[in-house]
């Protein structure tokens, strides 16, 4: 079982990146998937999640109308479009999957996104 995010890095405030979350190992569909990050000195807090078809999301209030998390069972694949992004979104990404029906739960190892002039 894996959970590998890829997609991060420096980027101007104002800009955008676009964060990838490659599942293997389960069956992707029967998990709710989310994006958490944690800036340095801070807790980890939850960025958005999407339930198992994509058909709901969620977004924390500092990134809604800027962040569109989705996903494709298909590929296994659950992405984070990040635009107009602020110094305050420098933080490390994780890509989180919950079995919907249990408590089993993985997580990535983090991508470091870093917005800054």
């Known amino acids: 079982v894996q959970l590998v995010e890829s997609g991060g890095g420096l980027v101007q405030p104002g800009g955008s990146l676009r964060l990838s979350c490659a599942a293997s190992?389960?069956?992707?569909?029967?998990?709710?998937m989310s994006w958490h990050r944690q800036a340095l000195g801070k807790e980890r807090e939850l960025v958005a999640d999407?339930?198992?078809?994509?058909?709901?999301?969620y977004y924390g209030d500092s990134v809604k109308g800027r962040f569109t998390m989705s996903r494709d069972n298909g590929k296994n694949m659950v992405y984070l479009q990040m635009n107009s992004l602020k110094p305050e979104d420098t933080a490390v990404y994780y890509c989180?999957?919950?079995?919907?029906?249990?408590?089993?739960?993985?997580w990535g190892q983090g991508t470091q996104v870093t917005v800054s002039s």
């Open positions: 989180k999957a919950e079995l919907i029906l249990g408590p089993r739960q993985y």
């Open positions: 190992g389960f069956t992707l569909r029967t998990y709710r």
């Open positions: 999407i339930s198992s078809a994509g058909g709901t999301t």
